[in-house]
């Protein structure tokens, strides 16, 4: 995707495919009539697409109840909900798509397999975090987060223990966390749901960053997935600017970087990382 040879920008920046699955699932549904579409969470945490969503009256709601028009839709986001919850859901009447992220699916239903069999489940994750929240049901009321290998050193003892990682996490810290918890059980499954779009993201990232003077990382400010990415790059690169839009560049920075490279979270829509790219060629030309 270079263009110019120091301007590089990531080949697996912006939406990841469960995000983009969702938002598409939720604009067929409104293109073909289906009115209103009520997301059960906001969708993403990108401003620019929370922008589009509510111009074309798509909006986020916490409960089924607090959906006004009982004849629209409800779309389960991408991060998925505790199997309770997607009960309720699915028996409020109203007409209800299931946009869960297959992958996350899958950490789900590993969560479950072992459960079922006695394990108690060890989530390395963002215990606030959506995504950590619905796998939590999927537990059988033994489930625990940690956020990574110090937190783990506090842990109980465990007779069988099945890790997890939330599906956005570090490689790195999910396996010094497995090796941590290792001490704290009889058994100790290790089962690594990062899922591929993050790993190969992750990898690009290593890669690319660390051989650029600047990193700039494209995404909302309340996006967890884009602040992390950001923190991975300023371990791997001495200047890092997280941008939301083109309009935060720091002209300064730009003229003085040999070597540019742009990322960007898996919440960024392409418009909004291509818009950067140009203004930062732009920039440089000038
Ligand atoms: S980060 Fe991975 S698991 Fe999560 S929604 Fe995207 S593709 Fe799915």
């Known amino acids: 995707m270079s263009e110019q040879e120091d301007v590089i920008v990531a080949k697996r920046a912006g939406f990841c495919p469960g995000v983009k699955r969702a938002i598409d699932k939720v604009l067929e549904l409104e293109a073909s009539g289906h009115f209103p579409v009520y997301t059960i969470g ?3 945490h990108n401003k620019q697409v929370t922008d589009m969503l509510a111009a074309k009256k798509i ?9 006004k028009d009982k004849n629209g839709v409800l779309v389960i986001r991408a991060h998925g909900i505790t199997p309770e919850f997607q009960k309720e859901v699915e028996s409020c009447g109203m007409k209800v798509v299931d946009a869960t992220c297959p992958l996350v699916k899958h950490a789900q239903n590993v969560i479950a397999q072992f459960a079922a069999k006695g394990y108690h489940t060890i989530i390395v994750g963002d215990a606030h975090h959506a995504e950590v929240i ?7 009321g033994k489930g625990m987060v ?6 783990a050193q506090h842990l109980p003892y465990f007779d069988k223990v099945n890790v997890v990682s939330q599906t956005t996490q570090k490689e790195s810290v999910f396996f010094e966390t497995a090796e941590e918890i290792k001490k704290h059980a009889d058994i100790c499954q290790v089962s690594n ?3 591929q779009p ?8 290593i890669e690319l960053a660390q051989s650029a003077d600047l990193v700039i990382v494209v995404g909302g400010k309340h996006s967890a997935n884009t602040a992390r990415l950001a923190l991975l790059c300023k371990a791997l690169s001495s200047a890092v600017q997280h941008v939301e839009t083109e309009a935060e ?4 920075l730009i003229h003085h970087a040999k070597k540019i490279f742009i990322t960007a979270g898996a919440s960024t829509p392409s418009w909004v990382i291509d818009r950067v790219a ?3 060629k732009t920039l440089r030309a000038d």
Request: with cysteine.
């Open 42 to 44: 906001p969708l993403i």
């Open 59 to 67: 909006s986020a709601i916490e409960k089924p109840q607090e959906a």
């Open 134 to 140: 619905g796998l939590m049901g999927y537990t059988q």
């Open 146 to 151: 940690v956020s990574g290998p110090q937190e």
């Open 193 to 195: 749901t990062i899922c």
């Open 198 to 205: 993050t790993k190969d993201r992750q990898k690009e990232t």
């Open 249 to 252: 560049l720091d002209e300064n």
């Open 278 to 280: 140009e203004r930062v």
